[in-house]
């Protein structure tokens, strides 16, 4: 199993961002798919989960209604809509199978907030 995030950069507080994760070596279809994130200093978070079954998306409290999960299942690929980004915001980002760091693999994304 790989993951191989990108996205990740420079923006200013309050804008955007989106992030992609390409899979392989399995079926995404098939599993749950997460980003978790691990800023310096701070507790490592799971931050949004997608369901295989139904589609839906659970997202923690710290980003729920400025970030948006979707994935590309024919493309083994998930995404992360990022807006209204805030300081607290950065950090390495992963995507992970299971939803859990168990399931992150690779280097991650680095997204730095900042004016």
């Known amino acids: 199993v790989q993951l191989q995030a990108s996205g990740g950069g420079l923006v200013q507080p309050g804008g955007s961002l989106r992030l992609s994760c390409v899979g392989s070596g399995f079926d995404m279809e098939y599993y749950d798919m997460g980003w978790l994130r691990q800023a310096p200093g701070k507790e490592r978070e799971v931050i949004s989960c997608?369901?295989?079954?139904?589609?839906?998306?659970n997202y923690a409290d710290s980003v729920k209604g400025r970030f948006t999960m979707s994935r590309d299942n024919a493309k083994s690929t998930v995404y992360l809509h990022m807006n209204s980004l805030k300081p607290e915001d950065e950090a390495l980002y992963y995507c992970?199978?299971?939803?859990?760091?168990?399931?992150?693999r690779g280097q991650g994304t680095l997204v730095t907030v900042s004016s």
């Open positions: 997608n369901s295989k079954n139904d589609g839906m998306t």
């Open positions: 992970a199978i299971h939803c859990n760091w168990n399931g992150a």
